[in-house]
């Protein structure tokens, strides 16, 4: 009879098909980060380093670790968990509740994105609750987002703030700093915008889809002065 996977390697299974989505968004630092941690081969690493599409060298980074065994799991797993991850890809929050010997059934899912609108009533008292007819959103609140979105920054502003590609190099090209690049996107958004650019509406577009913000980074654009 086959020996059953250790408990490490299966949880980080069962979390596989989401991590490549969130980590296929920045794949080389993923894998530079796992490197300096050991938790690839020598070959492995040159092996995953060759690949060129970046869902691709997920896949078989994570096939490698899990090949390697509980150790090189778990370590996986702890990475994940890092503060840099984090910031990185904000959307690996749920790692953090990730615990060994979880079951499927009894894991702590994201909260629906369709239902988040009505979880926020538990998160911020409904006085609070800023509707569609605030003003502007203003710089500073533009620079506490800025600071909470990672890498996946081009995904954010193509696909939810539906910035062009190329004002998004534009914006590479002129800002050197992460922060400054995300802020100068923000600000790009918002004179697009107009008077459509209230706090709210912000909100709404990063509460939404896979690029999702954790709800405690953004949940502040909702609340009153």
Avoid at 152 to 157: A, D
Avoid at 198 to 205: N, R
Wanted: charged share 30%.
């Amino acid at each position: 009879m086959a020996e059953e996977p250790a408990a490490e390697v299966q949880l980080l299974r069962h979390q596989k098909a989401k991590l490549i989505e969130i980590l296929s968004a920045d794949a080389d630092f993923v894998l530079q980060h796992a490197d300096a941690r050991s938790l690839l081969s020598p070959h492995g690493y040159q092996q995953v380093k060759s690949c060129r599409v970046p869902s691709e060298k997920v896949t078989d980074l994570l096939d490698h670790i899990i090949q390697r065994g509980s150790k090189a799991a778990q370590g996986m797993l702890d990475l994940l968990k890092k503060q840099d991850m984090q910031e990185t890809f904000p959307r690996l929050c749920f790692v953090k509740d990730l615990r060994v010997g979880m079951l499927p059934s009894g894991e702590k899912e994201i909260p629906s994105k369709r239902n988040a609108a009505y979880e926020l009533q538990d998160l911020i008292p409904a006085k609070r609750i800023c509707n569609f007819s605030c003003g502007l959103v203003k710089e500073k609140q533009l620079m506490s987002v800025a600071r909470t979105i990672g890498r996946s920054w081009r995904e954010i502003g193509r696909l939810a703030l539906d910035i062009p590609s190329v004002k998004l190099e534009q914006i590479e090209e002129d800002h050197k700093l992460h922060v400054e690049r995300v802020f100068a996107m923000l600000r790009y958004w918002r004179t697009c915008q107009r008077e459509k650019a209230t706090a709210a509406h912000l909100h709404s577009l990063l509460s939404l889809e896979d690029w999702a913000l954790p709800p405690e980074n953004i949940n502040f654009l909702l609340e009153t002065d």
